[in-house]
């Protein structure tokens, strides 16, 4: 590492929350809006499907942490904070020839529902942002969305929800700092 890429300011925005909180809504936005930004989505990094255990509750474990390479994505963030503008190059991100903009602040945006139960990841961001919306608009919200692997009858209720609340309360118990938002307040562009 040169004394030129410490001096860089960087810049990592943790985006959090439950599924279909708005993450990637106000993701996108961050995109279009900061200079120098790249990002990394956590969906990027479910292992293999065939490696997603069932659990107690009958369903695929998919909201389940262990169901994430969360190692990989810690070294994927780690790969950026060593040189943005490289990792910037090799995701086909241009930076910003906006020359009011310093080229020296780089900014990645870090996108998950699992973002803080997972210590290396909550230690590398340096500002981190909790989306929620009600248990009815996020049932709501997910039904409309069509997955890869389509949602069985009963997982909302019988896995999803139940996780996201585990998952919340570990996090909540755990103390982390973030800074909590209305997903209700975070619509969709049209």
């Known amino acids: 590492t040169t004394s030129q890429d410490q001096a860089r300011m960087k810049y990592i925005i943790g985006i959090g929350g439950v599924t279909n909180g708005g993450k990637t809504t106000l993701t996108n936005r961050l995109l279009k809006s ?35 390479d969360m190692e990989a994505m810690v070294n994927t963030v780690r790969a950026w904070i060593e040189n943005p503008t490289k990792f910037a190059r090799s995701h086909g991100v241009n930076i910003s020839p906006d020359l009011s903009v310093p080229e020296d602040v780089h900014v990645l945006v870090v ?31 997910r039904s409309t969305r069509s997955y890869t692997v389509p949602d069985p009858p009963g997982l909302f209720d019988g896995h999803v929800w139940p996780m996201f609340l ?11 700092d973030v800074v909590r938002l209305d997903g209700m307040k975070i619509g969709r562009a049209h």
């Open 166 to 176: 585990k998952y919340r309360k570990e996090m909540e118990d755990n103390e982390v």
């Open 34 to 68: 900061l200079p120098n930004c790249c990002v990394v989505h956590q969906d990027d990094f479910y292992k293999p499907q065939d490696q997603i255990p069932f659990g107690e509750d009958g369903f695929k474990q998919w909201d389940a942490i262990e169901s994430v």
């Open 111 to 141: 996108e998950g529902f699992l973002l803080y139960n997972y210590k290396p990841m909550i230690d590398l961001c340096t500002q981190r942002y909790y989306l929620t919306v009600p248990y009815d608009e996020c049932k709501r919200r």
